[in-house]
């Protein structure tokens, strides 16, 4: 059964950072692009960070570009969302899947901004 395991949430002040983890299992993470998603409460889920099953290529959000990076590990079956200068609107819990497929999610990791 695939597993999606997100880790490194927290709470931060604004303009503060956060290092992301998902660890996939049961599948083959080299072979799918992956990406990060969240939701905040009220909100439908968005996807901020995609990156390729190679690491070669990445894409944003335009609400995350130039603060958040995304980035990978194949022997480890990991993801990773390095997020920086955190803003109050990126409070929500988030999420790691392939966009391809959309395996079932994860628990995910709460972030919350605030002063």
């Known amino acids: 059964q695939v597993q999606l395991v997100e880790s490194g949430g927290g709470r931060v002040h604004p303009g503060g950072s956060l290092r992301l983890s998902c660890v996939a299992s049961?599948?083959?993470?080299?072979?799918?692009?992956m990406g990060w998603y969240r939701q905040a409460s009220g909100n439908e889920r968005e996807l901020v960070a995609q990156i390729t099953f190679n690491g070669g290529s990445t894409d944003y959000a335009d609400s995350v570009k130039d603060r958040f990076t995304i980035s990978r590990d194949n022997v480890k079956n990991t993801v990773y969302l390095q997020m920086n200068f955190l803003k109050p609107e990126d409070t929500a819990v988030y999420y790691c899947n392939a966009p391809s497929r959309i395996w079932s999610w994860g628990q995910g990791t709460q972030v919350t901004v605030s002063s």
């Open positions: 049961e599948f083959a993470f080299e072979s799918y692009n």
